[in-house]
């Protein structure tokens, strides 16, 4: 058992279960400000429901993504001792900023928004919410940050075989790091859209009819029909962006080989390293060209210009491609559901039907994103400074596959937990409907304004 394979799928494994949980805090702290901040606008009680609603679905989620990131951290020095020899000069404090800053602001006053309605003052309450908002998204920047420098690296300098930081001005905005970071808020966004869309949907499929939930829906589906397009947009600035600095990671998306014009876009094909070729290969005439460059005689990447130093193709292909097929089934649902809602004030049953299991599309977007981000990294952890190879620690193979099975076991029953835990209060919310009183208010309390607290 290769110690190196076996250390990769293990942080592999990892990154792909703690990922699910920032995805859905990063946006849904906005979110739940928004729902508070039209509660204070119109003192209508059915946006607190739907504000406490999803802020347990918030603590849920901040507390699996917490637990999953410890044990994640504790394997840079199990597994991987090297990159912090090699780079910890540059990665500690970005990773310390991010602990400082989630536990600082998401985790001091996520009490406040779960407890402290009508025990503070509506201001406090609000203000509660948007600094966990804000925290969450300061975590992701330097997360951002720290994994885009590991693709683009800039701002160091190598002394005595470790990177030591020259300008971090040029290390936290490294140049693909703008990209990273829009192409993931708005991943986040979309994930969280979604999933209050199907949750909601599911309470509409279960005979909910309550304002709480239209508005919850309303939300998620509105949101996720203006984010999409978006997304799409910067996800081809990103892919630019990518063919400047990662140029052997474009043509691995694409299963280009040779370097030329005239590249077709091949849509599905099943690409053989051995034989350098692509078999079963279904594509669209010059379509590589024109997307990447903008021009038919546009010349893009092959992967013979980079013998031994080019990522794994088959990943990489097929990843690009479901996060873009998930994509454009988010663009049709979402525009779909924005007709009806818009127009007939209702969702037609088998419309309601998809959108329930699309409440985890953002998360089956995200995941195939990230493996081609990562995955496209190799053979290098920092691109042109530290090999993968030469990060893994002493580790023998057969403690690794070991807690690699524990790790996987615990995952998957944590993951079908949690899923039961949302459908559990999603059923929840449906039963109640609008008729239960909101958390430590009394029935009397109801009719007092918002803000005469």
């Keep these: ?25 990063i946006a849904l702290g906005w979110v739940l400000l928004f729902f508070k901040l039209r509660y204070n606008a119109t003192n209508d009680s059915a946006w607190m429901r739907a504000y406490f609603t999803w802020v347990k679905v918030f603590a849920l989620s901040f507390a699996m993504g917490v637990v999953s990131g410890v044990t994640m951290s504790f394997q840079f020095g199990t597994n991987w001792p090297g990159y912090m020899e090699k780079v910890g000069n540059i990665a500690g404090p970005l990773l310390a900023y991010e602990i400082l800053t989630a536990f600082f602001l998401e985790a001091a006053f996520l009490g406040i928004m779960l407890f402290g309605f009508r025990r503070v003052s509506n201001r406090v309450h609000t203000l509660a919410t948007v600094l966990v908002a804000g925290g969450t998204t300061l975590s992701a920047f330097w997360i951002i940050a720290l994994n885009s420098w590991m693709q683009t690296p800039a701002g160091f300098e190598m002394i005595d075989g470790k990177a030591h930081p020259v300008d971090w001005w040029a290390i936290v905005f490294n140049p693909s790091m703008p990209y990273r970071l829009v192409h993931m808020l708005l991943a986040s966004g979309l ?31 509105f949101t996720a029909a203006i984010l999409i397009p978006i997304q799409i947009f910067a996800g081809d600035q990103h892919g630019l962006n990518t ?124 995941l195939a994103g990230w493996y081609t981000t990562e995955i496209g990294r190799q053979p290098w952890l920092v691109t042109g400074v530290l090999k993968t190879a030469d990060a893994v620690g002493p580790v023998a193979g057969s403690h690794v596959a070991l807690t690699l099975a524990i790790y996987l076991i615990l995952y998957v029953l944590l993951l079908i937990a949690y899923l039961g835990v949302l459908v559990h209060l999603a059923l929840k919310a449906a039963k109640d409907g609008d008729t239960s009183p909101l958390p430590g208010v009394m029935k009397t309390a109801m009719s007092q304004p918002a803000a005469g607290e």
């Design 191 to 221: 994930t969280v859209s979604f999933l209050i869309a199907g949750l909601s949907a599911l309470r509409y499929l279960s005979g909910d009819r309550s304002e709480s939930m239209w508005k919850a829906l309303r939300t998620g589906v």
């Design 243 to 366: 063919l400047e600095h990662q140029p052997q990671k474009i043509a691995a998306m694409e299963a280009n080989w040779n370097t030329g014009p005239n590249v077709p876009l091949v849509l599905f094909a099943w690409p053989d390293e051995a034989a350098k070729e692509n078999r079963f290969e279904v594509a669209i005439p010059d379509g590589a060209s024109v997307v990447l460059r903008h021009s038919t005689s546009g010349v893009v990447p092959g992967l013979n210009d980079y013998p031994g130093l080019h990522p794994p193709v088959l990943p990489l292909f097929w990843g690009f491609r479901i996060m873009v097929g998930t994509g454009i089934l988010m663009l049709v649902v979402s525009w779909s559901a924005t007709f009806f809602l818009k127009r007939r004030h209702s969702l037609p049953k088998p419309l309601a039907m998809l959108m329930v299991p699309m409440s985890l599309s953002g998360w089956l977007a995200t």
């Design 1 to 25: 058992m290769d110690p190196l394979i076996l250390s990769r799928m293990q942080f592999g494994a990892n990154i792909s279960f703690h990922i699910l949980f920032p995805t859905i805090t």
